[in-house]
């Protein structure tokens, strides 16, 4: 590319900007972009910096906004999404137009899958030229309608003036509604033209909807009526721990969590089911409830349905609860709808069950019932996957707060079948909803940044490990001490696990496999390699005390042969 011809669009704009530290020009939309962020709490900014999006960093240097900078825009977008998932508030990230919107997709289309929320600003191509198909620098034939199949909404910002109402918009749907990444893109123009028409105004927060007393109503009836009754849980009630509790104790209801809901019991309770959905003794206990309460839930695949042989079935009458009224009636068809923000909702009908009878539950019922189906769920796990529970294990005994982030590899399926969390938003990864491979080392990242008082490990396979190893070197520059526990197979080990058991020849996933521990040494990491719990613990506790990221290597050959169950 060359550099002159193109930053050519930008000549009368430095020069209108280099004026403006001089005199009283007023600040451009781009300045003004990172001041009204900072009204909205935003404190880092994951991007890098490109010649159409430069004009966005002339407000960023002087504000109290922590700029990341990613190896590639996908990782921007994982770093964004693991910082969103421990805090519950938007990533945010300022991407480049054209390739590196493309780039980011993927991260998008993740985040979008699991209702994390997530602020893309990109630029995009000046007014006059925006499908003309000129073939310009970056140019797509319409980056908007692109995208706006990720995002709750996709805006072209044509007016700086509209620019404080759009984020406003976009922060109502970060705290009051489904929360999913929003896309704004600001053409180039726009990015240096005047703020001065722009109404100051205080950020104003949007409240959440609140559920209708009939339908509260109809569901406390089937509730105190109940006597096998259960909760399913989902990522949409991750912030209302106490709220779940306290219903499924007053109910003595058993609790089943999806992988983004996972801690919302303690490891404990006696209520709590686990996250075995997919598996038959727990799917049998759902079929026998008679009243099942989904709570932030969509009721989808890779929760309760992970086998693709379709045998989860809810046969006991449905209440669903769900900020977002379209999924409340996908997937299973409710008795009761509720739709409203899961902790008010869940208050509501702990505060109305308390106000009359409730039926006790069922004798053979509650706790009991629960160890039942944990003793059986554990009774038919492989040797693989207790062993992978023993790593799992090991990683909280070591780091009793520590927040996992991971990716698509077999210990994190595992995990997802066996771990219970010791808190909501400290298991996540990218192997329900999209699926994708390459976000456990960003989503750490971004996750360090949010809670830069707890370990953070990512847990992760060689194969995804390569989608996104260059953010080690993001990492160690943003000083962001996380802990890599590398799985290593030595390639696309499930994928060809699943080609065997369908009488396929393996093809493509016995991959070249580098020297992880002299690369992670190379990109400034500590590195060490492990083969049993004994070791692990000893390597995770003094990678704690480390001010740079670690990679700690165990293979898959050694680790089975030295913990078989």
């Known amino acids: 590319?060359?550099?002159?011809?193109?930053?050519?669009?930008?000549?009368?704009?430095?020069?209108?900007?280099?004026?403006?530290?001089?005199?009283?020009?007023?600040?451009?939309?781009?300045?003004?972009?990172?001041?009204?962020?900072?009204?909205?709490?935003?404190?880092?900014?994951?991007?890098?910096?490109?010649?159409?999006?430069?004009?966005?960093?002339?407000?960023?240097?002087?504000?109290?906004?922590?700029?990341?900078?990613p190896r590639h825009e996908q990782g921007a977008g994982f770093m964004a999404d693991g910082y969103a998932r421990v805090t519950g508030k938007p990533g945010v990230c300022f991407i480049i137009t054209g390739p590196g919107m493309t780039n980011i997709a993927t991260a998008m289309a993740q985040a979008y899958a699991d209702s994390i929320p997530m602020l893309v600003i990109s630029s995009v191509n000046a007014r006059g030229q925006l499908g003309n198909g000129d073939g310009r620098l970056h140019e797509l034939p319409s980056q908007r309608e692109v995208f706006s199949g990720l995002a709750a909404f996709s805006h072209t910002l044509l007016d700086a003036a509209e620019?404080?109402?759009?984020?406003?918009?976009?922060?109502?749907?970060?705290?009051?509604?489904?929360?999913?990444?929003?896309?704004?893109?600001?053409?180039l123009d726009v990015i240096?033209?005047?703020?001065?028409?722009?109404?100051?105004?205080?950020?104003?927060?949007?409240?959440?909807?609140?559920?209708?007393?009939?339908?509260?109503?109809?569901?406390?009836?089937?509730?105190?009526?109940?006597?096998?009754?259960?909760?399913?849980?989902?990522?949409?009630?991750?912030h209302a721990a106490v709220e779940v509790r306290e219903l499924a104790e007053r109910l003595q209801a058993p609790v089943a969590l999806t992988t983004n809901a996972k801690g919302l019991l303690p490891c404990a309770a006696p209520l709590l089911i686990g996250s075995t959905q997919s598996l038959p003794p727990t799917r049998a206990m759902i079929r026998?409830?008679?009243?099942?309460?989904?709570?932030?839930?969509?009721l989808?695949?890779?929760?309760?349905?992970?086998?693709?042989?379709?045998?989860?079935?809810?046969?006991?009458?449905?209440?669903?609860?769900?900020?977002?009224?379209?999924?409340?009636?996908?997937?299973?068809?409710?008795?009761?709808?509720?739709?409203?923000?899961?902790?008010?909702?869940?208050?509501?009908l702990s505060t109305r069950l308390h106000e009359r009878p409730v039926r006790p539950a069922s004798s053979d019922w509650g706790a009991a019932r629960v160890k039942a189906v944990r003793d059986a769920v554990m009774a038919g796990c492989?040797?693989?996957?207790?062993?992978?529970?023993?790593?799992?294990?090991?990683?909280?005994?070591?780091?009793?707060?520590?927040?996992?982030?991971?990716?698509?590899?077999?210990?994190?399926?595992?995990?997802?079948?066996?771990?219970d969390a010791p808190a909501p938003r400290s298991w996540f990864n990218s192997s329900t909803g999209y699926g994708t491979l390459g976000y456990g080392l960003p989503a750490a990242i971004g996750a360090k940044l949010a809670?830069?008082?707890?370990?953070?490990?990512?847990?992760?396979?060689?194969?995804?490990?390569?989608?996104?190893?260059?953010?080690?070197?993001?990492?160690?520059?943003?000083?962001?001490?996380?802990?890599v526990l590398l799985w290593n197979n030595f390639g696309y080990g499930e994928i060809r696990k699943y080609m065997e058991q369908r009488d396929i020849s393996?093809?493509?996933?016995?991959?070249?496999?580098?020297?992880?521990?002299?690369?992670?040494?190379?990109?400034?990491?500590?590195?060490?390699?492990?083969?049993?719990?004994?070791?692990?613990?000893?390597?995770?506790?003094?990678?704690?005390?480390?001010?740079?990221?670690?990679?700690?290597?165990?293979?898959?050959?050694?680790?089975?042969?030295?913990?078989?169950?």
């Not at 620019?163 to 053409?187: G, K, M, N, Y």
């Not at 033209?193 to 205080?202: D, V």
């Not at 023993?390 to 927040?403: C, K, M, S």
């Not at 490990?457 to 802990?483: H, M, N, W, Y």
Request: hydrophobic residues 45%; contains cysteine.
């Open 1 to 69: 590319m060359n550099l002159r011809e193109s930053s050519k669009h930008f000549d009368e704009c430095n020069v209108r900007a280099a004026n403006s530290q001089t005199t009283a020009c007023p600040r451009t939309c781009g300045e003004a972009l990172v001041t009204l962020l900072e009204t909205y709490g935003v404190q880092y900014v994951f991007g890098i910096p490109g010649v159409h999006t430069v004009e966005l960093y002339r407000g960023l240097a002087h504000s109290s906004i922590r700029h990341v900078t």
């Open 163 to 187: 620019l404080p109402q759009v984020l406003a918009r976009a922060f109502a749907v970060f705290e009051s509604a489904r929360p999913r990444p929003v896309h704004i893109e600001i053409p």
């Open 192 to 238: 240096v033209s005047p703020a001065s028409a722009m109404k100051p105004a205080p950020a104003v927060r949007a409240s959440k909807p609140t559920a209708h007393p009939a339908a509260l109503a109809c569901a406390v009836d089937l509730l105190a009526d109940a006597r096998r009754p259960l909760i399913l849980a989902g990522g949409g009630a991750a």
């Open 288 to 298: 026998e409830a008679d009243v099942v309460l989904a709570v932030g839930t969509e």
């Open 300 to 348: 989808g695949e890779t929760d309760y349905d992970v086998l693709f042989d379709g045998g989860f079935a809810i046969a006991g009458q449905l209440i669903r609860i769900d900020i977002d009224a379209q999924q409340v009636m996908r997937n299973v068809h409710p008795d009761v709808a509720i739709v409203g923000d899961a902790r008010e909702a869940l208050s509501a």
């Open 382 to 419: 492989d040797a693989a996957m207790r062993s992978q529970k023993r790593l799992i294990d090991t990683i909280v005994g070591a780091l009793p707060e520590v927040i996992i982030a991971g990716d698509s590899a077999s210990p994190v399926y595992a995990g997802n079948f066996l771990h």
């Open 451 to 483: 809670a830069r008082e707890r370990p953070v490990v990512c847990l992760i396979g060689d194969g995804g490990l390569q989608f996104t190893l260059p953010e080690l070197a993001s990492a160690v520059e943003a000083r962001v001490p996380v802990i």
């Open 506 to 565: 393996p093809v493509g996933v016995d991959i070249y496999t580098p020297d992880f521990m002299a690369l992670a040494r190379a990109f400034g990491c500590e590195a060490a390699s492990v083969d049993d719990p004994t070791a692990l613990d000893a390597a995770l506790r003094q990678a704690i005390s480390r001010e740079v990221p670690t990679v700690i290597e165990i293979r898959e050959a050694d680790w089975f042969a030295r913990v078989p169950s």
